[in-house]
């Protein structure tokens, strides 16, 4: 199962918008939610590793 990045991201960024207090919880809360806003979004923008394939012995035919 993968992981939902944008949903997450969305959901995340909703939270920031609800805390507008300037309050010392709202403001550690909001740069907690920052990181993991950072995070998230590089995980949804990060390109799968490439598989590599490898051959059964005897498939690679040699030239000569």
Known sequence: MTSDFSAARLHL???YHYLHGND??????CEALD???????EAQHRKPEPGVLEFPPGAVRQHG
């Open 13 to 15: 960024e909703r939270a």
């Open 24 to 29: 010392e919880t709202s403001r550690s809360t």
């Open 35 to 41: 990181l993991l806003i950072e995070a998230v979004t």
